[in-house]
């Protein structure tokens, strides 16, 4: 079946320590997202891609890096520079081109949680 | 920069009835998309409708239709027949058209919807 995958579902993390989280698509879409969510609000832009091996900062960026080598993989470090890590990270990945109205469809998610 | 707002964090409604939920944002560009997304207990976002602003008729997916108001910058969603199923965060999105904003979606802080049998 096409869709986004991340993982894993669940992630603990010792102070100090970086973490990667996994997003891989089989859907060809050349552009790919991180979100993060806190608690009972909105989703925040950390990073984005639109081609492979280029990426740009959003909203939220600091404490957290990206590589975009492949296609199909994204994968998000949350650096021990992130102060705040625990939250709910999720990716995505759309389709590119002049007609930007391409939807944006989602992974199911994973919990970052410091310990 | 654009921001989008949704300024009822609670809706509630009773199984079978209507509900409208509001979203307003504020943009400087004449063309961009709308979006609105469901996000159920299990937290995976699931696309429910989308506009695009450089259309005039309302956009409707069976019971899911919005009530889009450019001059007024406002983007409501209008939930008929609700079912128990329908309890979720909705979330309200804007994209800009220009490929330069890099197609990133804005959200706004979203509505908890809950449905009493």
């Known amino acids: 079946d096409g869709g986004i995958t991340q993982s894993p579902k669940y992630l603990f993390r010792k102070e100090g320590q970086n973490v990667t989280l996994s997003c891989e698509q089989n859907?060809?879409?050349?552009?790919m997202y991180w979100y993060r969510q806190d608690p009972g609000q909105g989703l925040r832009l950390i990073y984005y891609?639109?081609?492979?091996?280029?990426?740009q900062k959003g909203d939220i960026a600091e404490g957290y890096s990206v590589s975009r080598e492949k296609k199909e993989s994204f994968p998000l470090t949350v650096t021990s520079a992130q102060k705040n890590p625990t939250a709910f990270y999720l990716c995505?990945?759309?389709?590119?081109?002049?007609?930007?109205?391409?939807?944006?469809?989602f992974g199911e998610g994973s919990w970052l949680t410091v310990v | 920069a654009q921001t989008v707002t949704q300024s009822q964090p609670e809706m509630s409604v009773q199984e079978a009835e209507t509900v409208t939920l509001s979203c307003t944002y504020d943009t400087s560009e004449s063309d961009y998309y709308l979006f609105w997304y469901k996000q159920p207990p299990s937290r995976q976002m699931i696309l429910v409708i989308r506009?695009?602003?450089?259309?005039?008729q309302n956009a409707t997916e069976n019971r899911f239709s919005v009530n889009f108001q450019k001059a007024a910058k406002s983007f409501s969603l209008k939930i008929s027949d609700s079912q128990l199923g329908d309890a979720a965060m909705y979330f309200c999105?804007?994209?800009?058209?220009?490929?330069?904003?890099?197609?990133?979606?804005?959200f706004g802080g979203g509505t908890r919807l809950m449905v009493k049998p």
């Open positions: 995505a990945s759309s389709t590119n081109g002049a007609a930007t109205g391409n939807t944006i469809y």
């Open positions: 999105a804007y994209r800009p058209s220009n490929n330069n904003a890099g197609n990133m979606l804005t």
């Open positions: 859907l060809n879409h050349d552009a």
């Open positions: 506009q695009e602003a450089y259309k005039q």
């Open positions: 891609s639109q081609i492979v091996n280029d990426f």
